[in-house]
């Protein structure tokens, strides 16, 4: 099964019943599988006149109750952002699914990590952060995707599935759970379902013109996020205990890490990697308290060094922080990372 | 004259004087009042002719803050 | 004695903000009255736009959201497509509809969405400051025009409903005003038509109403009703461009 179409299954699965989409490469897959199977199992696939309709969209059908989703791909979730930062403001639970490609502007529509920023950042305007789950392999993009629902749920916010252009296309098998029925979403205190002339009317809004009820509702939002980021941090950490190097690289970019971890293994160095599964809430502690052994870490991503910043935040300048990355569409080979580890173990980082 | 005839009550403190009543009425029966300041601090719209009223509702269909209720009175010999 | 007009449950008792002879107020009160005989007050689900009516919600006893400016009628779109039992409108201005929204709107009418579209269309950017709309006549002066709109710089006004009646899926248009009693029980009259067309699930209807921004145009309340009908009818006619049979 292809990873968009693994993707889109697995929202089916995830009780996903409305979906929005526009076309845009390389998440193509993923509406028209939806055009073809949502309808059949009871819901909506609808295609917009453009992504800014698509996220408004999902933004009436979740305030009306619907377990409602969107896909795109970079430059498309660039137009969403607006629309974003209204659902984070007005605190809608829903799943938006970014296959990723590289940028800036059209870019290319090779895989691509450009969008870190994006999906970690905002890009829309205000205080908020958006929980970003990035899976590495289908198996973990179908859980993850089942789980986004429910994230999105208890915690009232938008859910970010970060993908690329590889993990999209690439096929793999997947198991799906199959057990998760389609819950709709339980009457809810703010709801748009008419009050029906036995409660007073409820509005769902961002504005607030009065500075002081702003920063209250502003708090309360970063209250929550704190939340999240206490309980939702995830991360993978792999061959991490006795690492004298450190890699950190999420999606994609990790499955070619890992391989260069073995590499080093083989050749007798003690390689590691912290792979993130969270974007935001970025697991800084994983960082905080570093094996003794960890004389460095490098960040290597498919971008010119994105998550870099998260990643020296986190190390907290205990150990040097390098880079590696490809960008445009090009894709690193193990070798690479493993020629560049040795660089670094045997001190000629520079 | 005999025939339709109205009442126009006004919420007083929810009128912002803007006067549009005053300039559709047919029969003069609404001014406003400078000589009191409602609660918004305008000048409010006032009856000043009550027995010219003919319950047409033109005051109460252009005013945009609905100020207006009109009871419609039965006049002994007209309908 | 009988009581023939009081105000309707449809609105709730906050005062608006509206500039005093604005006729926003008119037509809220238009679409509450219309929405109370209907009996769906507690059927309805309300989008509000950006503009000065953006505060719609704390005036209309519905259940309301929020829109991002120009997006509403995607929000409908989602809302209806998702409780297609309850009765679902937008509330726009010129500003929000005709230019920053125009994508939304032709595609909410392109799908035949079936919403019902209050278009309030006072020529003008009411709320930021009397700034030029889509919709402002040639000649008129706002604070980006100061010279007056000068058509070969920048175009001749939006014909919205003229545009919107030419997409094939569109059910109803018409083009009212609110500058006169006579015209209001008209004005009204669409309004009615409009939600029973979303009633009888005929698809995307809406309803233009010409009105009066006195504080942008710089006119006393009075005077603006009768550059509206001086200046904005003979531009902007008024009438059905789109009808349903039997509407």
């Given at each position: 099964m292809?990873?968009?179409e693994a993707l889109a299954l697995a929202a089916i699965h995830?009780?996903?019943?409305?979906?929005?989409?526009?076309?845009?490469?390389?998440?193509?897959?993923?509406?028209?599988f939806?055009?073809?199977e949502?309808?059949?199992?009871?819901?909506?696939?609808?295609?917009?006149?453009?992504?800014?309709?698509?996220?408004?969209?999902?933004?009436?059908?979740?305030?009306?109750?619907?377990?409602?989703?969107?896909?795109?791909?970079?430059?498309?979730?660039?137009?969403?952002?607006?629309?974003?930062?209204?659902?984070?403001?007005?605190?809608?639970?829903?799943?938006?699914?970014?296959?990723?490609?590289?940028?800036?502007?059209?870019?290319?529509?090779?895989?691509?990590?450009?969008?870190?920023?994006?999906?970690?950042?905002?890009?829309?305007?205000?205080?908020?952060?958006?929980?970003?789950?990035?899976?590495?392999?289908?198996?973990?993009?179908a859980?993850?995707?089942?789980?986004?629902?429910?994230?999105?749920?208890?915690?009232?916010?938008?859910?970010?599935?970060?993908?690329?252009?590889?993990?999209?296309?690439?096929?793999?098998?997947?198991?799906l759970?199959?057990?998760?029925?389609?819950?709709?979403?339980?009457?809810?205190?703010?709801?748009?379902?008419?009050?029906?002339?036995?409660?007073?009317?409820?509005?769902?809004?961002?504005?607030?013109?009065?500075?002081?009820?702003?920063?209250?509702?502003?708090?309360?939002?970063?209250?929550?996020?704190?939340?999240?980021?206490?309980?939702?941090?995830?991360?993978?950490?792999?061959?991490?205990?006795?690492?004298?190097?450190?890699?950190?690289?999420?999606?994609?970019?990790?499955?070619?890490?890992?391989?260069?971890?073995?590499?080093?293994?083989?050749?007798?160095?003690?390689?590691?990697?912290?792979?993130?599964?969270?974007?935001?809430?970025?697991?800084?502690?994983?960082?905080?308290?570093?094996?003794?052994?960890?004389?460095?870490?490098?960040?290597?991503?498919?971008?010119?060094?994105?998550?870099?910043?998260?990643?020296?935040?986190?190390?907290?300048?205990?150990?040097?922080?390098?880079?590696?990355?490809?960008?445009?569409?090009?894709?690193?080979?193990?070798?690479?990372?493993?020629?560049?580890?040795?660089?670094?173990?045997?001190?000629?980082?520079? | 004259?005999?025939?339709?005839?109205?009442?126009?009550?006004?919420?007083?403190?929810?009128?912002?004087?803007?006067?549009?009543?005053?300039?559709?009425?047919?029969?003069?029966?609404?001014?406003?009042?400078?000589?009191?300041?409602?609660?918004?601090?305008?000048?409010?719209?006032?009856?000043?002719?009550?027995?010219?009223?003919?319950?047409?509702?033109?005051?109460?269909?252009?005013?945009?803050?609905?100020?207006?209720?009109?009871?419609?009175?039965?006049?002994?010999?007209?309908? | 004695?009988?009581?023939?007009?009081?105000?309707?449950?449809?609105?709730?008792?906050?005062?608006?903000?509206?500039?005093?002879?604005?006729?926003?107020?008119?037509?809220?009160?238009?679409?509450?009255?219309?929405?109370?005989?209907?009996?769906?007050?507690?059927?309805?689900?309300?989008?509000?736009?950006?503009?000065?009516?953006?505060?719609?919600?704390?005036?209309?006893?519905?259940?309301?959201?929020?829109?991002?400016?120009?997006?509403?009628?995607?929000?409908?779109?989602?809302?209806?497509?998702?409780?297609?039992?309850?009765?679902?409108?937008?509330?726009?201005?010129?500003?929000?509809?005709?230019?920053?929204?125009?994508?939304?709107?032709?595609?909410?009418?392109?799908?035949?969405?079936?919403?019902?579209?209050?278009?309030?269309?006072?020529?003008?950017?009411?709320?930021?400051?009397?700034?030029?709309?889509?919709?402002?006549?040639?000649?008129?002066?706002?604070?980006?025009?100061?010279?007056?709109?000068?058509?070969?710089?920048?175009?001749?006004?939006?014909?919205?409903?003229?545009?919107?009646?030419?997409?094939?899926?569109?059910?109803?248009?018409?083009?009212?005003?609110?500058?006169?009693?006579?015209?209001?029980?008209?004005?009204?009259?669409?309004?009615?038509?409009?939600?029973?067309?979303?009633?009888?699930?005929?698809?995307?209807?809406?309803?233009?109403?010409?009105?009066?921004?006195?504080?942008?145009?710089?006119?006393?309340?009075?005077?603006?009703?009768?550059?509206?009908?001086?200046?904005?009818?003979?531009?902007?006619?008024?009438?059905?461009?789109?009808?349903?049979?039997?509407?």
């Amino acid at each position: 099964m292809k990873g968009n179409e693994a993707l889109a299954l697995a929202a089916i699965h995830g009780g996903c019943t409305h979906f929005f989409g526009y076309p845009i490469t390389p998440q193509n897959e993923i509406p028209e599988f939806l055009a073809r199977e949502l309808p059949k199992a009871g819901g909506l696939f609808l295609q917009a006149e453009s992504e800014i309709a698509a996220v408004n969209m999902l933004y009436g059908a979740a305030a009306a109750g619907a377990r409602a989703m969107i896909s795109s791909s970079s430059p498309g979730l660039a137009l969403m952002q607006e629309g974003i930062s209204m659902l984070a403001a007005t605190e809608i639970p829903c799943v938006i699914v970014n296959v990723m490609r590289g940028g800036p502007g059209l870019g290319g529509i090779q895989p691509a990590q450009s969008d870190y920023f994006q999906m970690t950042r905002g890009g829309g305007n205000g205080d908020y952060r958006i929980i970003s789950l990035a899976p590495a392999t289908l198996q973990e993009s179908a859980e993850m995707m089942q789980e986004a629902f429910a994230l999105a749920q208890k915690y009232r916010t938008p859910v970010f599935i970060v993908s690329d252009g590889m993990l999209g296309q690439m096929m793999e098998p997947v198991e799906l759970n199959k057990s998760r029925s389609k819950e709709r979403v339980a009457e809810q205190p703010w709801i748009l379902t008419g009050h029906h002339n036995n409660r007073s009317p409820r509005t769902i809004k961002s504005l607030r013109l009065d500075p002081a009820e702003l920063e209250i509702h502003n708090l309360r939002l970063q209250e929550k996020y704190k939340r999240i980021s206490q309980a939702e941090v995830r991360f993978e950490a792999y061959r991490e205990v006795d690492a004298e190097l450190l890699f950190c690289a999420f999606g994609s970019t990790a499955r070619i890490v890992k391989n260069s971890v073995d590499d080093l293994h083989q050749k007798g160095y003690r390689a590691g990697l912290i792979r993130p599964q969270t974007l935001w809430p970025f697991p800084a502690l994983a960082f905080r308290s570093l094996p003794k052994s960890c004389r460095s870490v490098i960040c290597v991503e498919m971008n010119c060094g994105q998550m870099l910043d998260d990643v020296k935040l986190a190390v907290e300048g205990r150990v040097p922080v390098h880079f590696y990355g490809r960008c445009g569409g090009m894709i690193p080979e193990p070798e690479e990372l493993t020629a560049r580890a040795l660089d670094i173990l045997s001190g000629d980082s520079q | 004259m005999t025939g339709r005839r109205g009442i126009p009550h006004i919420a007083v403190d929810s009128c912002k004087g803007c006067a549009l009543c005053v300039s559709v009425c047919p029969e003069s029966v609404l001014t406003i009042d400078d000589a009191r300041v409602n609660l918004k601090g305008y000048y409010p719209v006032s009856v000043e002719a009550v027995e010219n009223c003919i319950a047409c509702l033109s005051c109460a269909l252009i005013c945009p803050d609905v100020v207006f209720t009109i009871e419609r009175v039965v006049d002994q010999q007209g309908g | 004695m009988s009581v023939i007009f009081s105000k309707t449950s449809g609105l709730t008792e906050t005062a608006t903000h509206y500039c005093p002879g604005c006729t926003h107020g008119i037509a809220h009160r238009l679409v509450a009255e219309v929405l109370e005989e209907l009996g769906l007050l507690g059927e309805t689900i309300g989008c509000a736009s950006v503009g000065c009516s953006i505060l719609s919600y704390n005036y209309l006893n519905v259940d309301m959201i929020e829109c991002s400016h120009g997006r509403a009628p995607a929000v409908a779109t989602g809302i209806k497509r998702t409780v297609p039992e309850k009765t679902v409108f937008t509330y726009q201005g010129d500003g929000d509809l005709a230019s920053i929204g125009t994508a939304e709107i032709v595609h909410a009418a392109h799908r035949g969405e079936n919403i019902t579209v209050i278009f309030v269309n006072n020529a003008i950017y009411g709320m930021t400051g009397g700034q030029m709309a889509p919709t402002t006549l040639a000649g008129q002066k706002t604070t980006t025009a100061p010279e007056g709109r000068q058509p070969e710089f920048s175009g001749l006004p939006l014909k919205m409903s003229e545009m919107l009646a030419q997409v094939p899926s569109a059910s109803y248009v018409e083009r009212v005003s609110l500058h006169h009693p006579k015209y209001i029980r008209k004005a009204k009259k669409a309004v009615l038509r409009a939600f029973t067309c979303q009633m009888e699930h005929r698809g995307f209807s809406l309803v233009e109403l010409l009105s009066t921004c006195p504080t942008g145009w710089g006119l006393d309340p009075i005077d603006s009703l009768e550059w509206l009908e001086a200046n904005m009818i003979p531009y902007y006619p008024l009438g059905v461009f789109r009808a349903p049979e039997e509407v």
